[in-house]
C-alpha cells in the first residue's frame, strides 16, 4: 500500500510538472491574444520549439536557459512554476491522503483550484492584470464539481456575493481607483472554493500578507510608499493558505482568544 502511495505522489509530480507547463503556455497566450491551439515557439524569435525543447525543466536544463535558436534566455519563470505546480500538486494528493477525506474528485477540484490560483497569482504579478476567463472560468467549474462533493450550494452562493460585493463596494466607492476590477471577480472565485466563513478568513489574511510584504518592500526600497501592487497577487496565496490550513488557524486564532 505505502509503495503504491509513493507511486501516486510522484505521478502527481508529472502531471504537476506538465500542467505548469501548461500554465505558462497559457499565460502567455492569452497576455498575447494567441490561439491555444498553434505550435508552442520562443517568444523572442518566435520559431517553433521542437517537443524536445518543450518538456518541462528538463528542456530549461539541457538548453542551459537559452533558446537554441536566437540564444536569447528563456525566463526563469517557465522552470520555477512547472516545479512549484509539481509540488503543490504532489502536496494536494499527500494531504488528502493524510487528512482521511481521501476522494479523487477532491483531488481533482483542488488541484484546478490551485491551477487557477497560481496562474491569477502570476498574471497579476507580471501584467497587473486579471484575466476573467481564467477565474470566472474556473468558478464556474469549481462550483460545479463542489456540488458534486456536497458542499453546500447556500454557503459557496453567499460566499461568491460577500466576496464579490465586498471588492464592489471598494470599486464603487472609490471608482476603481483602490482596486482593479478583476478583484471583484477574483472575490467570486474565493467565496467559491471556500465557503462564506472561509472567505472571511482569506481576506482577512491576505490583507496581512500585503501588508507584511508592502513593509518588506518598502524598508528593502523595491517600492515607494505609493506604488501599486496587484492585490490578486495576496488574494491567491491567503486563498491557497486558507484552503489548506483555514480550519487549522481558526482553531489556533479561536483557542488565543477564548
Ligand atoms: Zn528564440
Known amino acids: 500500500m505505502f509503495s ?33 491551439l498553434t505550435r508552442s515557439e520562443c517568444s523572442k524569435c518566435h520559431k517553433q520549439l521542437t517537443w524536445y525543447e518543450n518538456i518541462p525543466v528538463f528542456s530549461f536544463i539541457f538548453l542551459f536557459g537559452k533558446c537554441k535558436h536566437c540564444h536569447k534566455k528563456i525566463g526563469w519563470q517557465y522552470p520555477v512554476v512547472e516545479l512549484l505546480l509539481a509540488f503543490l500538486f504532489s502536496f494536494i494528493f499527500y494531504y488528502h491522503s493524510l487528512m482521511g477525506d481521501f476522494s479523487w474528485l477532491l483531488i481533482i477540484r483542488d488541484c ?33 464539481l463542489s456540488l458534486f462533493l456536497n458542499t453546500s450550494w447556500l454557503s459557496m452562493l453567499l460566499g461568491a456575493v460577500i466576496g464579490g460585493g465586498f471588492f464592489l463596494l471598494q470599486f464603487v466607492v472609490s471608482k476603481g481607483k483602490w482596486i482593479g476590477g ?28 500585503g501588508g507584511i510584504f508592502s513593509i518588506i518592500l518598502v524598508l528593502t526600497k523595491k517600492k515607494g510608499m505609493k506604488t501599486e501592487v496587484a492585490f490578486g497577487t495576496y488574494l491567491s496565496v491567503a486563498t491557497f493558505v486558507t484552503m489548506f490550513f483555514g480550519s487549522q488557524i481558526l482553531n489556533w486564532y479561536l483557542r488565543l482568544i477564548f
Open 112 to 144: 484546478l483550484a490551485v491551477f487557477a490560483l497560481l496562474f491569477i497569482f502570476i498574471y497579476d504579478t507580471k501584467y497587473m492584470e486579471v484575466s476573467d476567463s481564467i477565474t470566472l472560468g474556473s468558478a464556474g467549474i469549481l462550483f460545479v
Open 4 to 36: 503504491v502511495q509513493i507511486l501516486f505522489f510522484l505521478l502527481f509530480f508529472v502531471i504537476g510538472l506538465v500542467f505548469g507547463s501548461f500554465l505558462n503556455a497559457l499565460e502567455w497566450r492569452l497576455h498575447k491574444k494567441k490561439s491555444l
Open 182 to 209: 478583476g478583484d471583484i471577480r477574483i472575490g467570486i472565485l474565493m467565496g467559491i472554493l471556500l465557503g462564506w466563513k472561509l472567505l472571511l478568513l482569506a481576506l482577512w489574511l491576505a490583507y496581512i500578507i
